[in-house]
């Protein structure tokens, strides 16, 4: 067992859960960085459709510079690429590309891993990537919501996972909220959303479609094996 489970049992995960579910979500991020030392915390985005949500959050209450890291497939559409490098130039963010083991990820490539076996794929080309880095961490923030699919439905705003605290800042937002904060704030959309995608991951496993609709389409699969 790893000092992190360790030192962080479930009672104190449930004291953090008491305690930032009464907090709203300006209060949450400012918050974060008071419980914990921001060189111990790593924030992921996908850059995705609805991203500038949570990292306008961030720019706006971290005490410091937020360092974002971004799982770089190899496989992202060219608009996502874009949209993260203005959003890190207009958020003042500092960006970090994780990447797959070349040789590891070519294979995939060679295979069309995505069509033969989309969750070794995922596993090669974002879980590995993470796994070795996230020993040096205690805690991971990311922009999970509770109304984007059955397994999200049951997480709370701090879980104990595999060994890291997962900070989920924005759990128990609605769909609703979320478009009110977007819409109040001007905030920018990935530029896909526009040609009708909704939810954006690999190009290979990207469709247009309503909310998640458009991920996987065709298989079971509804998460990349990140957060189960
Ligand atoms: S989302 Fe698709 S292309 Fe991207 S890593 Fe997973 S299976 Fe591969």
């Known amino acids: 067992m790893s000092e992190t489970i360790k030192k962080w049992s479930k009672v104190n995960i449930d004291k953090l859960n008491a305690k930032y579910t009464a907090l709203d979500l300006h209060e949450r991020i400012k918050e974060i960085y008071k419980d914990f030392d921001a060189r111990d915390m790593i ?25 974002v890291y971004f799982i770089d497939t ?25 990447i797959p083991d070349y040789e590891e990820h070519l294979r995939t ?13 995922c596993d ?23 109304s984007q699919n059955e397994h999200r439905k049951h997480l709370n705003i701090f879980e104990l996972k595999n060994g890291l605290i997962r900070f989920y ?44 609709e458009g991920r996987w389409v065709g298989l079971a699969k509804t998460e990349c094996g990140l957060h189960i």
């Open 124 to 146: 090669i080309n974002k879980v590995r990537p993470i796994d070795r880095i996230k020993k040096n961490f205690k805690l991971w923030s990311s922009g999970l919501m509770r």
């Open 109 to 121: 490539r060679d295979h069309e891993m995505w069509k033969s076996n989309p969750n070794l794929c």
């Open 43 to 67: 924030l992921t985005s996908s850059f995705a459709a609805n991203s500038s949500f949570l990292l306008h959050l961030y720019s706006k209450n971290a005490p410091v510079k937020p360092r």
């Open 169 to 212: 800042p924005i759990i128990d937002v609605s769909l609703d909220d979320r478009q009110k904060y977007i819409e109040k704030h001007k905030l920018d959309y990935n530029p896909l959303v526009y040609k009708g995608y909704n939810s954006i991951g690999c190009s290979h496993c990207t469709e247009k479609g309503k909310d998640r």
């Open 74 to 98: 190899f496989y992202h559409f060219e608009e996502t690429l874009e949209y993260k490098n203005w959003l890190s130039r207009k958020y003042n963010l500092e960006v970090y590309d994780i």
